[in-house]
């Protein structure tokens, strides 16, 4: 029920959508191989799309009526991107790698937990301190698989019992809705049935995504017991059609816990390819968008075409069914240019803000020099609605001189110092890491003395907030860090 209510609402967002802005959504969230890969579809599918020689050559800007597109910001904006000049800004402001170029080398990366990862992408969302208590025991419900292990009113009852607050099931409901709105997708379900339409929820919305929703949905029994020909039947498609359904359905994963970091085998790396490379040198700050896209335009060929339909009425039906496929492989080449162009800028954009705002970082490295940071703030700066922000910084990362980071690791929850200033909520974990090294492993310190600490250090913060941020790090409780 959930799961549909939370599609009810994707359609309900799309429906105010044009075409062109349904088809920038999803290429905003794919980060670098996945983008690569995707051109390389788009080129192989339509003989009217193709590599560019010439790097100067222009976007296309008419739309599937032949008109400019010239949307207004608040209809970009509806879209989650805005329109921006004729030139595209990454142009101007990155060294975009040729197709010819090699890749920068792979980077391996250790990897984490799943509630570490969940509740990391908590903190960012805006919730109030009695959502986010309530999101913290729904995550603790789900297990290393992404499933929720427990109905929402027993988790009801358990707030209920150990906060004390008068909390219902309305309530843990909509927070569930967030949690299963996190990465990985499926994250939450509560069953297998669930989890793959969690997935398919956030797929593009083609005919075979459509259908397999609708063979999740009204026919999962005879899915899983391949009873083919009675699906085949009921949804009135050929068997090369249910081939391909079958093939999407395939591609999810039943188990999309496993997916985040050290969650099957502690011991295992993934591997990452940096979607924006950061140099400094001095107190610059270089930021390049990495990728191996070439400039794409429209075949002269299917421009001629195009023109010739166009200023004429075909003639007899062969006419007029070449005049349409076309006229449709023309438009699709050319907005999938345009699109391709404004997630470019979007991200080159995006991630230029959180350098700006974490400037000393990048300068030094330092953790504690990260300032308070929220997607509202990247948001304001930019421009882009936060729905944006969101699905950019999304499954990327940015390879510096200190390291790679996710771009999540940019953002941060900010506390007061008695002094008056914001701080990142990193310096704060940052303190209890090297206070909890610095102790006394006979005597280790307790949750209330590390808040006792960080008061005596000008840090105004709750003993419960300690214990989060403790957790966070993987820091056990005092009694398991004790030595003889």
């Not at 309305?170 to 990985?184: F, H, I, K, T, Y």
């Not at 610059?284 to 075409?305: A, F, K, M």
């Not at 729905?387 to 999304?394: A, N, P």
């Not at 914001?422 to 940052?430: A, K, N």
Request: charged letters at 35%; aromatic letters at 6%.
């Amino acid at each position: 029920m959930a799961g549909k209510q939370t599609l009810a609402q994707e359609q309900k967002l799309t429906q105010r959508l044009s075409p062109l802005q349904l088809l920038l959504v999803p290429l905003l969230q794919m980060n670098r191989g996945e983008i690569e890969e995707e051109v390389r579809r788009e080129i192989d599918d339509n003989p009217a799309l193709e590599v560019s020689e010439d790097p100067q050559t222009e976007m296309l800007n008419k739309d599937e009526d032949g008109e400019v597109f010239d949307e207004t910001p608040e209809q970009m904006q509806a879209a989650d991107y805005k329109d921006e000049d004729d030139i595209p800004y990454y142009r101007m402001n990155v060294s975009n790698r040729s197709a010819d170029d090699e890749p920068p080398n792979a980077v391996v990366v250790a990897e984490g937990s799943l509630v570490d990862y969940l509740m990391e992408q908590i903190g960012e969302r805006d919730l109030t301190d009695r959502q986010r208590v309530i999101a913290e025991y729904i995550v603790g419900n789900i297990d290393d698989n992404g499933y929720l292990q427990r109905k929402v009113s027993a988790i009801t009852d358990d707030i209920v019992f150990q906060t004390g607050n008068d909390i219902d099931e309305n309530e843990v409901e909509e927070v569930l809705q967030v949690v299963r709105d996190l990465d990985p997708a499926g994250v939450g379900a509560t069953d297998l049935r669930d989890c793959l339409l969690l997935q398919l929820e956030r797929k593009k919305g083609d005919e075979v995504n459509m259908l397999a929703y609708k063979v999740i949905d009204r026919y999962f029994e005879p899915f899983i017991k391949k009873h083919y020909d009675k699906i085949i039947s009921a949804l009135g498609i050929d068997s090369e059609k249910m081939k391909r359904v079958v093939e999407a359905i395939r591609q999810l994963n039943p188990k999309p816990g496993n997916t985040v970091t050290g969650i099957a085998d502690e011991s295992r790396s993934q591997q990452i390819i940096p979607d924006f490379n950061v140099d400094v040198e001095g107190d610059t700050i270089n930021l390049t968008l990495l990728n191996n896209i070439p400039d794409l335009q429209v075949s002269e060929s299917y421009s001629l075409l195009y023109d010739k339909y166009s200023g004429k009425k075909p003639v007899g039906r062969r006419e007029e069914e070449e005049a349409a496929d076309i006229k449709q492989k023309y438009e699709k080449a050319s907005n999938f240019i345009k699109v391709l162009q404004q997630r470019q800028e979007t991200l080159f954009k995006t991630m230029r803000a959180i350098t700006l705002r974490q400037r000393d970082f990048f300068l030094t490295g330092d953790e504690m020099q990260l300032k308070p940071m929220i997607l509202k703030d990247i948001a304001d700066d930019t421009g882009y609605d936060v729905s944006v922000i969101s699905r950019v910084t999304m499954n990327k990362y940015v390879t510096t001189q200190w390291g790679v980071y996710p771009l999540k690791f940019f953002f941060t929850e900010g506390l007061q110092h008695e002094s008056g200033e914001e701080v990142s909520s990193r310096e704060i974990q940052s303190i209890i890491k090297s206070v909890v090294e610095a102790e006394d492993k006979k005597h280790p310190l307790s949750d209330l003395r590390l808040c006792e600490i960080l008061k005596e250090k000008g840090y105004e913060i709750a003993r419960r907030t300690v214990a989060k941020y403790r957790e966070r790090l993987s820091i056990p409780v005092a009694r398991l860090r004790k030595e003889i």
